[in-house]
C-alpha cells in the first residue's frame, strides 16, 4: 500500500498581544527562547523529526526576521522535492488580509491543489513541546474522520482557560468543542480532567478543502479553526480526539514526558524557561534522540574569567549560549543568550537574557525578561524596587520586569 502523502501547514500569523513587548518587532513565532532557538523551531522540528518534510508557513504580522528564521536555517534537499517555506498573505482572493486562521487556508488552497496530499496537517507556532506527530497521524487514517484534534489532559479546574474537548462513550468520537466554558464535565473514568485542544489538527484533505469553503460563506463566522472550523465538523460527526498521553516521543524521560506548554502570556514565556533549569528539567533540551534544531552563528564557546573576591565569572543552576562571557559577572537560575557579556560585580538572577546583552559592572538584574540589544547601566537596578521598575518597564502580573528590545536604560 502507498505511503499516504501528508503536507504540513503551520499557523504563524497571530499578532501575539498578550506577549508584548517581545512582539513589538517580530511575529510571536520569532520570539527568542530557551537561548538558541526560536518558539517556530519547536513545531517544525516535530514535523522534521517525524520525516514530514513538506511545510508550509503562513505568516502575516511583522514577519521579516521570521521568513529570515526560516530562510536562513530551516533549507530542505529540493533535490527529494522537500521544503519549508513561508507564505504571506498574498491577497490571493482580494485585497484584505487573513481574517483569521480558516480563512488562511482559504487563501492558500492553492498549495494544497498543487501538492495533492492525502492528508493535511494544522498546527500551531507557538507551544513549546515534544511530539510524534506520525502517531496522530496514524490514528486519523485509521479512523476515517474528517480531523483529528490533539488534546492535553488538564485538570477539570481550569477548564474555563482553555478549548474543552467533550467526547462519546467510545472516548474518542468528538461530541462538542467548547471555548472556555464554566461548566465542563470531566473525562469518563477521570472526572478531575478535561480535554484541553491543543491548536494542533490533522485533516482529511477534501473535508478541510469543503469546510472552509463553506465556511468562507458564513457571514457569522470569525473564519477561526478552532472556533468555527473544528465545530462544524464536529457537528457532522466528522471529529475524533487524539489523546497527547499516548504519544510516545523517542529519548522522552518520564518527567518531560506529555510536556506541552502554551507560552501565550509573558508570564508563560517566564516560567516556561525555568522549567528549562531544574536539575532534571521538566522540558528536556538534551534529548538526541527527538533534537530540537536551529541556526547557529559562527560563535566561539562561553567564556568564564575572572576568580577573584567581587570578581568571580561563573554561572550556577543556569544554560549558557555560545559568544556569552562572564566577565568576573555571576548568572544563578538564568538563561544567557547567545552574546550576552556580564561585567565585574554584575549578578543576574532568575533572568532570562537575550541576544546581545550586555549587564554593567555591579548592575543586579533580578526576575527579568530582557530583549535583544539592550545595556544595562553600571551599578544600576532591576528587579529590586517594584515601584521604580513600573515606572521604567512592563512589568507582568507575577511581577516579572521585560525590557524590550533596544530599549535605553538611563545610567
Same mark, same amino acid.
Given at each position: ?39 517556530? !523551531? ?67 488552497? #492553492? ?58 462513550? !467510545? ?74 498521553? !499516548? ?19 509573558? !508570564? ?18 538534551? #534529548? ?109 502580573? #507575577? ?13
Amino acid at each position: 500500500m502507498a505511503t499516504p502523502q501528508v503536507l504540513s501547514m503551520v499557523l504563524a500569523g497571530g499578532e501575539g498581544k498578550r506577549l508584548l513587548p517581545l512582539t513589538a518587532d517580530r511575529a510571536k513565532p520569532a520570539v527568542p527562547f530557551g537561548g538558541m532557538y526560536r518558539l517556530i !523551531d519547536f513545531v517544525l522540528s516535530n514535523l522534521a523529526n517525524a520525516g514530514y518534510l513538506r511545510i508550509v508557513v503562513l505568516t502575516q504580522y511583522k514577519s521579516h526576521s521570521l521568513d529570515r528564521h526560516i530562510s536562513r536555517t530551516w533549507r530542505m534537499s529540493t533535490l527529494l522535492g522537500n521544503y519549508v517555506t513561508p507564505v504571506p498573505a498574498q491577497q490571493r482572493l482580494g485585497p484584505h488580509w487573513f481574517a483569521g486562521s480558516a480563512d488562511a487556508i482559504l487563501q492558500n488552497l #492553492n498549495l494544497i491543489e498543487d501538492d495533492r496530499p492525502d492528508h493535511v496537517v494544522v498546527f500551531g507556532a507557538d507551544h513549546i513541546y515534544r511530539m510524534d506527530p506520525r502517531q496522530m497521524v496514524d490514528q486519523h487514517i485509521a479512523s476515517g474522520a474528517g480531523v483529528t484534534i490533539a488534546a492535553i489532559r488538564q485538570p477539570l479546574s481550569l477548564a474555563d482557560q482553555f478549548g474543552v474537548i467533550e467526547t462519546g462513550p !467510545d472516548g474518542r468520537s468528538v461530541t462538542a468543542f467548547r471555548e472556555k466554558p464554566k461548566d465542563a464535565a470531566g473525562l469518563p473514568g477521570t472526572p478531575d480532567q478535561i480535554y484541553a485542544s491543543m491548536g494542533n489538527y490533522v485533516f482529511d484533505t477534501r473535508a478541510l478543502i469543503d469546510i472552509v469553503k463553506r465556511d468562507a460563506l458564513d457571514t457569522m463566522s470569525r473564519h477561526d479553526v478552532g472556533g468555527d472550523i473544528i465545530p462544524k465538523l464536529v457537528e457532522a460527526g466528522q471529529a475524533q480526539v487524539y489523546d497527547f498521553a !499516548d504519544n510516545q516521543v523517542p529519548g522522552a524521560t518520564d518527567r518531560d514526558r506529555g510536556y506541552w506548554r502554551d507560552v501565550g502570556t509573558l !508570564d508563560a514565556f517566564y516560567e516556561a524557561h525555568m522549567d528549562l533549569i531544574s536539575v532534571h528539567p521538566i522540558f528536556n533540551l538534551y #534529548n538526541r534522540k527527538w533534537p530540537i534544531y536551529t541556526g547557529h552563528d559562527p560563535l566561539p564557546p562561553a567564556k568564564f574569567v575572572f576568580n577573584e573576591e567581587g570578581r568571580r565569572g561563573y554561572a550556577v543552576d543556569s544554560m549558557v549560549s555560545p559568544g556569552a562571557i562572564l566577565s568576573g559577572g555571576t548568572a544563578e537560575r538564568s538563561i544567557l543568550s547567545p552574546g550576552v557579556h556580564l561585567d565585574s560585580g554584575a549578578s543576574v538572577h532568575d533572568s532570562v537574557l537575550m541576544d546581545g546583552v550586555r549587564v554593567g559592572r555591579g548592575a543586579v538584574v533580578r526576575n527579568a525578561i530582557i530583549d535583544k540589544n539592550v545595556t544595562v547601566p553600571d551599578d544600576a537596578r532591576i528587579g529590586v524596587d517594584l515601584e521604580e521598575d513600573r515606572e521604567r518597564f512592563t512589568v507582568t502580573p #507575577n511581577g516579572v520586569r521585560v525590557i524590550e528590545k533596544n530599549q535605553i536604560i538611563p545610567g
